[in-house]
């Protein structure tokens, strides 16, 4: 699926490629990815904002650091953004669920079985937050298909930088009094 992926993103241009190697390597690390959420949420229901804030330290030190490292040192470019991304989510998911398994928190990892009503329910009406991640990135993805058409791949990546700098903005307005 990656293929289409990143003709549909990149619009047939000239970032096509690029948008393919980063999607194939997100898509293989996505189940690593989708597991440092757990110990978020828990986290949070526990008000370990601390340790929330701690998983989001080492996740943007260790992405940072990884980038550096993969992309030039190792020569891996866009393999090595994403490997780097993947890497990070993974080191602070680790981080999480060892707090949570230290006796912080009154939640603990447990496996045990889903019912199969129980996952029809789950796949039948999703959560909110689900639905209003792809709502968000739906709009992300309309805006950068507009910048990257009517500008280009130069201003497709300070759109990138733009964006990324309105996260942190956004991040710190709403994500510390939410925090406090």
């Known amino acids: 699926c990656c293929s289409f992926i990143a003709s549909f993103l990149a ?3 000239s970032l096509e490629s690029y948008v393919y190697d980063y999607c194939f390597v ?21 008000g370990k904002t601390n340790s929330i804030t701690n998983m989001m330290i080492i996740m943007l030190v ?12 190792m020569n891996m470019g866009i393999y090595g953004a994403a490997a780097a991304s993947i890497l990070a989510t993974v080191f602070s998911g680790f981080y999480g669920f060892f707090m949570l398994e230290r ?3 009154y939640y603990h990892f447990k496996l045990g079985k889903v ?10 009406y999703g959560s909110p937050v689900a639905l209003g991640n792809f709502v968000d990135a739906m709009k992300l993805l309309l805006i950068n298909a507009i910048v990257l058409h009517t ?8 759109w990138a930088v733009l964006n990324s700098l309105s ?8 994500g510390v009094p939410q925090a406090a």
């Open 11 to 13: 619009q047939n241009g």
């Open 151 to 158: 500008g280009g791949a130069e201003a497709a990546a300070v």
């Open 115 to 124: 019912e199969r009503s129980t996952l029809r329910e789950i796949i039948r």
């Open 62 to 73: 260790i992405n940072i650091s990884f980038d550096y490292i993969l992309m030039f040192p």
């Open 103 to 105: 006796g912080y928190t």
């Open 167 to 174: 996260e942190v903005a956004i991040m710190i307005t709403s």
């Open 26 to 46: 997100t898509i293989l690390g996505l189940l690593p990815t989708l597991l440092a959420y757990f110990p978020i949420y828990y986290l949070q229901l526990e």
